[in-house]
Nanobody
Framework: QVQLVESGGGLVQPGGSLRLSCAASGSIFSIAAMAWYRQAPGKERELVAKVTSVGLTNYADSVLGRFTISRDNAKNTVYLQMNSLKPEDTAVYYC???????????????WGKGTLVTVSS
């Protein structure tokens, strides 16, 4: 199996910054992409940012210019630097990993348990 552990969530004032991290471990053969999703109360889960194994990135329009996703392939870790945070960014943030394990030759989705980000005065 693949395990994902997120960290870095917490309470921050509007305009502040946080950095989330997610480390993947387990019987990983290769990682095709890693991403961050979020789910606010009463809303559906949405893609925030994604980075592929070759470094291609894409962002939700609502975070473009404020958030930056990056990766450390050697550590199987993905980061999300969040700047100029707004109350609308309040949500549970989930790490997602699309990976091949040593057992299976096809890509499967794996999810972390989530970390809460609260933006409030």
């Amino acid at each position: 199996q693949v395990q994902l552990v997120e960290s870095g969530g917490g309470l921050v004032q509007p305009g502040g910054s946080l950095r989330l991290s997610c480390a993947a471990s387990g019987s990983i053969f290769s990682i095709a992409a890693m991403a961050w999703y979020r789910q606010a109360p009463g809303k559906e889960r949405e893609l925030v940012a994604k980075v592929t194994s070759v470094g291609l990135t894409n962002y939700a329009d609502s975070v473009l210019g404020r958030f930056t996703i990056s990766r450390d392939n050697a550590k199987n870790t993905v980061y999300l630097q969040m700047n100029s945070l707004k109350p609308e960014d309040t949500a549970v943030y989930y790490c997602n990993c699309k990976a091949q394990t040593q057992r299976y030759g096809y890509v499967l989705d794996y999810w972390g348990k989530g970390t809460l980000v609260t933006v409030s005065s």
